[in-house]
T-cell receptor, first 115, second 109 residues
Framework: IAGITQAPTSQILAAGRRMTLRCTQDMRHNAMYWYRQDLGLGLRLIHYSNTAGTTGKGEVPDGYSVSRANTDDFPLTLASAVPSQTSVYFC??????????????FGPGTRLTVL | GQNIDQPTEMTATEGAIVQINCTYQTSGFNGLFWYQQHAGEAPTFLSYNVLDGLEEKGRFSSFLSRSKGYSYLLLKELQMKDSASYLCAVTDSNYQLIWGAGTKLIIKP
């Protein structure tokens, strides 16, 4: 593994189903993030984690949950998917949070369609 | 509220120069990033400004004026591969990134 990986690459999901998007990084970054990207809108932060064992809510957290059991993995779960959650989801990481100049590195994204 | 404004789309000619503007209003300021995103791909880091002035990196330069809440990304000697979206993002007082919607740059031969 080099950088950040996400799985699956794409998924079509029936409304009401539960879905977990996986994210793994091998850079030993402390901070990780989940964003959604919709046409015409900027990246919107769903949840973040400053370090293993801690998580926080971003701009659009409703309907999503995360966990950070270790440094490398940061899964995003949709408990009961709805069509408005159709989007491209990006996982990102950075060395730290709380200091400026720390660029974020992005995974390749997961394209999710909820029908 | 927090707001990042960029033009939605711009068109330029191969070999020319283009300037993409970004204005921001955020709760606090801890730096401004520019990212490049090709269609169907992830954003990748281009530049970072935290002090006023111009940062040059090869064909790309980025400028910041904190007093005006303004930045621009300057792309010189445009190449077809520069066709992409360019995202402006500001680090707010909580060190979270606030993202603009991006500027789609179309390069014509």
């Amino acid at each position: 593994i080099a950088g950040i990986t996400q799985a699956p690459t794409s998924q079509i999901l029936a409304a009401g189903r539960r879905m977990t998007l996986r994210c793994t990084q091998d850079m030993r970054h402390n901070a990780m993030y989940w964003y959604r990207q919709d046409l015409g809108l900027g990246l919107r932060l769903i949840h973040y984690s400053n370090t293993a064992g801690t998580t926080g809510k971003g701009e659009v957290p409703d309907g999503y949950s995360v966990s950070r059991a270790n440094t490398d993995d940061f899964p995003l779960t949709l408990a009961s998917a709805v069509p408005s959650q159709t989007s491209v989801y990006f996982c990102a990481s950075s060395e730290t949070v709380g200091s400026s100049g720390r660029e974020q590195f992005f995974g390749p994204g997961t394209r999710l369609t909820v029908l | 509220g927090q707001n990042i404004d960029q033009p939605t789309e711009m068109t330029a000619t191969e070999g020319a120069i283009v300037q993409i503007n970004c204005t921001y209003q955020t709760s606090g300021f801890n730096g401004l990033f520019w990212y490049q995103q090709h269609a169907g791909e992830a954003p990748t880091f281009l530049s970072y400004n935290v002090l006023d002035g111009l940062e040059e990196k090869g064909r790309f330069s980025s400028f910041l004026s904190r007093s005006k809440g303004y930045s621009y990304l300057l792309l010189k000697e445009l190449q077809m591969k520069d066709s992409a979206s360019y995202l402006c993002a500001v680090t707010d007082s909580n060190y979270q990134l606030i993202w603009g919607a991006g500027t789609k740059l179309i390069i014509k031969p």
